[in-house]
């Protein structure tokens, strides 16, 4: 499929990387917070990039755009991460046009999750596509696409068991703390990041718990009170962090920092600790598994886990994947229609001026010249042909390109807007 490359002179790749083949340390180096990917699609605006999303979450981060190479892509990235171009090539990868097309699908569908079935994914689409859309980066193609990926996602959520259950990494979390904990309801939990994750995880503890000792922290308060006012939960202040972690039995980190935000120094209690890490890049230092006492579990484990359930959704895999064939195969069919469209275009105004030119001819060689009967006559001629002409292009796809050139030839049509 060139349809891309023929519309804007350009392809449509996806370039990223994933929790397939690079580890949570490599997947840090590439992490964007929200000010790092509003400064990539500003530069990628001015370097003449019009079509591009760009998503980062715990387990991925991908870049969805238009260009004459995908090393425009991956230049952007490295640029606005810490990452590096070597870094990137050893575990990336790079999909072009119809495969960059069916990996968004397969991603806004979950399918491509760390946990098989989490559609938290979808949510970070949306918002990456409402971000390049202020900024004038979202074109027909890419709307188009994004509202499908959503369609099939929520097909897939609707007409199959694939998202049974709870499907997320703060899910995961709490079921690693039921099954490795004993009498949980009577620990003291410390929840450190009231972002999207740590909002999860809180809902999550209060309802498979039934645990009354769980704190709150976050640098900003407020966001900390929201929630622990709607499940009369505590709340206390960041500077008060070292001594809360003293005090608790389990940690769970989740502040969306791009540097540790947990040392081994803030650590002083001998009791037995849990900490889970759910933030990407880390936020809890490794050499804080040092300490004896300490159980340090990063969000990669976490995901590993597999249970009857995550089995189960396993059999709904090829029920979605038929959906998603359906939806895909309509956009595909959406894009050829408008590959030809410039030139279906073209062709009506040049029949509409050879009509034109030949009433004006007529009406000024025949006095008793019916102007509006020969409008309404030729109007349908051009009508039939013109229908005849989308019909052959629509169903002779294998042959469209060739179709198109002949057409532009024969009827010399004036250069077509892209």
Known sequence: MEVHQLITGKHFYTIGLSYKKADAEIRGHFSLDENGKYSLLKQAKAEGIHGILVTSTCNRTE???FAQHPFQLIKLLCEHTHGTVEEF???AYVYKN?????????VGTGLDSQILGDFEIISQLKIAFVRSKKLGLVDAFLERLVNAVIQASKRIKNETEISSGATSVSFASVQYILKNIEDIASKN?????TGKIGRNTCENLVKHTRNNHITLINRTKDKAEKIAGKFDLSVKDYADLQAEIRNADILIVATGAQNPTISKELIYSKKKLLILDLSIPKNVSDDVSDLEN???IHLDHLSQMTDETLEKRKQFIPQAKE???????DFNKWLETRKFAPTIKALKKKLRSMKDDEIDFQRRKNLDFDDQHAE?????????????VANHLKEDSESTNESLELIQKVFQLEQIEK
């Open 323 to 329: 959906i998603i064939t359906e939806v895909e195969g």
């Open 294 to 296: 300490v159980e340090l």
């Open 376 to 388: 309404v006559v030729s109007n349908r001629i051009i009508q039939k042909i013109m229908k005849h």
């Open 189 to 193: 939990i410390l929840l450190f990041g």
């Open 63 to 65: 870049i969805y755009g």
């Open 98 to 106: 119809k495969q960059a097309i069916s990996h968004m699908f397969k």
């Open 89 to 91: 090539e050893k575990v």
